[in-house]
């Protein structure tokens, strides 16, 4: 993508409110942007909502951690049905049919004047991808150029130890493969999944990401750190009311 302003800002140009049926609600079709925000303060006090889309294989449940999707990288190629131009890229079986709709592409290695350069995936078969028409790259993509396909808004089941910076929050419906739906990422949620592998809850204590659940405690440094649990638990919890804060993520890794 040519980098102006105009470019910046993807014909948005306003920060606009959202309402919605119910936050429960998982949708096979996308209902707005993802990434939205919705804010709202209910029984639980303030809390705040993002739109993304679940690429869980099997679907996930209410109440789950979810974390940002694997990075998909590869290296452009030129099969039989090839189309490699400012809107398209080609790399043959790298990609399921669908999943890379709403990631970034960025060109990694270059054969031209391109290196960096970002674009928006509208639609993806098997081995093709379609860039957003309205933002093209400033010069066609090559075989050999290297790519990477980054899911801003793309989230499956959380991974023990996932830092902060990809956690992508608590699971509000009850969502199938591909679905869009909501995330909880900051404020009080009262039934998140806990892993059994942890510790007992006490009071005050730290989470962090789990196998698709908030970890108590653990070893994990402050960047991994997703928010902490206010009350104590008597045994090690299945679900327990979790604090969660990821709405920031900007912090250090290493």
Do not use: C
């Given at each position: 993508m040519a980098l102006r302003t105009v470019d910046g800002l993807l014909n948005l140009g306003s920060l606009l409110s959202i309402g919605q049926k119910s936050l429960l609600d998982s949708h096979a079709t996308q209902q707005t942007n993802l990434g939205v925000l919705s804010f709202l303060t209910d029984a639980f006090g303030p809390r705040i909502f993002r739109y993304v889309r679940f690429l869980q294989t099997g679907g996930m449940a209410r109440g789950e951690l979810c974390d940002r999707v694997a990075m998909v990288t590869g290296t452009v190629d030129g099969p039989t049905n090839a189309v490699n131009d400012t809107t398209h890229a080609t790399d043959a079986a790298n990609f399921t049919a669908g999943n890379e709709v709403g990631k970034v592409f960025q060109v990694n290695v270059i054969t031209g004047a391109k290196e960096g350069q970002t674009a928006l995936i509208v639609s993806n078969t098997i081995d093709i991808l379609t860039f957003d028409s309205r933002y093209p790259l400033s010069a066609?993509?090559?075989?050999?150029?290297?790519?990477?396909?980054?899911?801003?808004?793309?989230?499956?089941?959380?991974?023990?130890?996932?830092?902060?910076?990809?956690?992508?929050?608590?699971?509000?419906?009850?969502?199938?493969?591909?679905?869009?739906?909501?995330?909880?990422?900051?404020?009080?949620?009262?039934?998140?999944?806990?892993?059994?592998?942890?510790?007992?809850?006490?009071?005050?204590?730290?989470?962090?990401?789990?196998?698709?659940?908030?970890?108590?405690?653990?070893?994990?440094?402050?960047?991994?750190?997703?928010?902490?649990?206010?009350?104590?638990?008597?045994?090690?919890?299945?679900?327990?009311?979790?604090?969660?804060?990821?709405?920031?993520?900007?912090?250090?890794?290493?």
């Open positions: 066609a993509i090559a075989v050999g150029d290297t790519y990477s396909d980054w899911g801003q808004a793309h989230y499956d089941d959380a991974a023990a130890t996932t830092n902060r910076i990809n956690v992508g929050g608590i699971v509000m419906g009850d969502p199938a493969l591909g679905d869009y739906g909501w995330v909880q990422i900051y404020g009080f949620n009262p039934a998140v999944f806990v892993d059994v592998t942890g510790a007992a809850i006490t009071a005050g204590m730290k989470g962090v990401a789990g196998a698709a659940s908030v970890l108590p405690g653990g070893l994990e440094t402050v960047e991994d750190y997703i928010g902490w649990f206010p009350m104590a638990t008597t045994t090690t919890a299945v679900q327990a009311g979790f604090v969660i804060d990821v709405f920031g993520q900007a912090q250090p890794v290493a």
